[in-house]
């Protein structure tokens, strides 16, 4: 039984940090590649970033240079890094495992940036 287990999200003031990280189980972590979405009030679900099993990493325009996700496949882990949080940046964020044309998704994270 595959799980994705989010953690790290919570209440932070415009321009602080916060580090989701999510814990993999029940998957060969490493052949996998993991992703961060988000889902804001009223939005649809969006891809915030994605790193495949070879390490390559891509960021949406909106994070760029404030986000940066990273994996250790030694822990089954991948991680988001969030710098210089905007009031936008609030939303549920979600872990995603990607192989194929299969999909496993997390519980999902608050995230809640305030002006």
């Known amino acids: 039984q595959v799980q994705l287990v989010e953690s790290g999200g919570g209440l932070v003031q415009a321009g602080g940090s916060l580090r989701l990280s999510c814990a993999a189980s029940?998957?060969?972590?490493?052949?996998?590649?993991m992703a961060w979405y988000r889902q804001g009030p009223g939005k649809q679900r969006e891809l915030v970033a994605e790193?495949?099993?070879?390490?390559?990493?891509n960021y949406a325009d909106s994070v760029k240079g404030r986000f940066t996700i990273s994996r250790d496949n030694a822990k089954n882990t991948v991680c988001l890094q969030m710098n210089s949080l905007r009031p936008e940046d609030t939303a549920v964020y979600y872990c995603a495992a990607k192989l194929s044309s299969r999909v496993y998704w997390g519980q999902g994270t608050q995230v809640t940036v305030s002006s």
């Open positions: 029940g998957l060969m972590f490493s052949i996998w590649d």
């Open positions: 790193i495949t099993s070879s390490n390559s990493a």
